[in-house]
């Protein structure tokens, strides 16, 4: 009876949920070697790769040996979709990478232009022409990490400015609005040491 419950356990509850969290820790694995590469972070995409395809063989590897059981598949396909979802948050608590904030506003702007540099974002200001009138239009490139403080600024000295946000991959110069994350500069130094010790 005993060695009944164990294969049972095994079968029914703790193998699917291997698989499962197999499945969620590679495709979040998966989804940050995407991004990282999108980045152009060289030094972390091999190695993020080499993790997400070792979990992968191994969740593939307990499907292949009971495909006669469709309830793997449920928690297979199930470990997927949460896996997706975890990797974007994962990539958005990490903040990674560079972005141009782009805000239009019609109101005065001469308060958000001052606390905007005050707090040491490189702003470009250039005096355009909308539909409705004369506008001012307020340019940065700051490290991702940085952009919820920036919008917060806009917010509070002109909440009704329109924004916009995109992502950039290389630029020509360091801004003192693009300070490098810590765990960047900790990490690349030591793949770095490496190479050359070879």
């Known amino acids: 009876m005993e060695g009944i419950?164990?294969?049972?356990?095994?079968?029914w509850i703790l193998l699917p949920l291997?698989?499962?969290?197999?499945r969620v820790a590679d495709v979040s694995f998966g989804t940050l070697r995407i991004i990282f590469v999108s980045k152009g972070i060289?030094?972390?995409?091999?190695?993020v790769g080499f993790f997400e395809i070792l979990i992968w063989l191994m969740a593939i590897?307990?499907?292949m040996q009971n495909l006669n059981n469709v309830f793997y598949y449920l928690f297979y396909a199930g470990g997927?979709?949460?896996g997706n979802f975890i990797g974007i948050m994962i990539e958005e608590k990490l903040s990674i990478g560079t972005v141009g904030i782009r805000v239009i506003t019609r109101?005065?702007?001469?308060?958000?232009i001052v606390a905007l540099r005050k707090a040491k974002f490189s702003a470009t200001v250039v005096d355009a022409e909308g539909p409705k009138g004369d506008v001012k239009i307020i340019y940065s490139v700051l490290k991702r990490q940085n952009a919820e403080r920036f919008i917060k600024l806009v917010k509070k000295h002109n909440p009704q400015a329109f924004y916009s946000?995109?992502?950039?991959?290389?630029?020509s110069e360091l801004l003192p609005s693009m300070h490098t994350p810590l765990w960047i500069r900790s990490v690349v130094p030591l793949f770095r040491f490496i190479r050359k010790g070879k």
């Not at 291997?18 to 197999?22: N, P, V």
């Not at 109101?107 to 958000?112: K, V, Y």
């Not at 946000?165 to 630029?171: A, G, L, N, T």
């Open 18 to 22: 291997l698989i499962f969290f197999a």
């Open 5 to 11: 419950d164990v294969v049972f356990l095994y079968t």
């Open 107 to 112: 109101r005065d702007a001469s308060l958000l």
């Open 165 to 171: 946000i995109e992502d950039i991959r290389h630029v």
């Open 42 to 47: 060289k030094y972390l995409a091999p190695m």
């Open 80 to 82: 997927f979709a949460t």
């Open 61 to 63: 590897g307990q499907i």
